[in-house]
């Protein structure tokens, strides 16, 4: 199964910050990058099984907010393993509690994203399959 790996985040300094990041960790080295929750959600639904998706999701934004792009991903008919970090500038501990409430989500990033946390990723259950060499 191939892992994609999707940043979606408003801001696009932050997602080319982060596509260095990604690149320098072995996290991936083509990460797909959205502006919106609506891009990304659009880039979510025509996939194939063979697919999963590793998103880093902020929670701030305009028009779609990353808990509405989660509600989405949820609505999704048969969606492909989805894995979630949450990435955002608030540091209020409901905000986490919320978004460690998902399934889904696996892990709550503080920006700027430190490259430890992105190595330990790597390590969470879900995912170490796709990075066993």
């Known amino acids: 199964m191939e892992l994609r790996v999707?940043?979606?985040?408003?801001?696009?300094?932050?997602?080319?910050?982060?596509?260095?990041?990604?690149?320098?960790?072995?996290?991936?080295?083509?990460p797909i990058s959205c502006t919106s929750g609506q891009e990304a959600l659009a880039l979510l639904s025509p996939t194939t099984q063979d697919t999963a998706f590793l998103l880093f999701l902020d929670i701030n934004m305009p028009m779609m907010s990353g808990w509405e792009v989660l509600a989405r991903i949820e609505e999704l008919a048969c969606p492909p393993p989805i894995y979630v970090v949450m990435v955002t500038s608030s540091i209020d501990e409901a905000d986490k509690?919320?978004?460690?409430?998902?399934?889904?989500?696996?892990?709550?990033?503080v920006k700027p994203i430190k490259r430890e946390k992105l190595i330990a990723l790597k390590n969470v259950i879900a995912l170490t399959d796709f990075f066993s060499y």
Request: charged residues 25%; aromatic residues 8%.
């Open 6 to 30: 999707m940043i979606i985040d408003d801001d696009k300094i932050f997602n080319l910050m982060t596509t260095v990041l990604l690149r320098n960790t072995g996290i991936t080295i083509n």
């Open 97 to 109: 509690a919320k978004a460690m409430s998902y399934e889904r989500v696996i892990d709550y990033m």
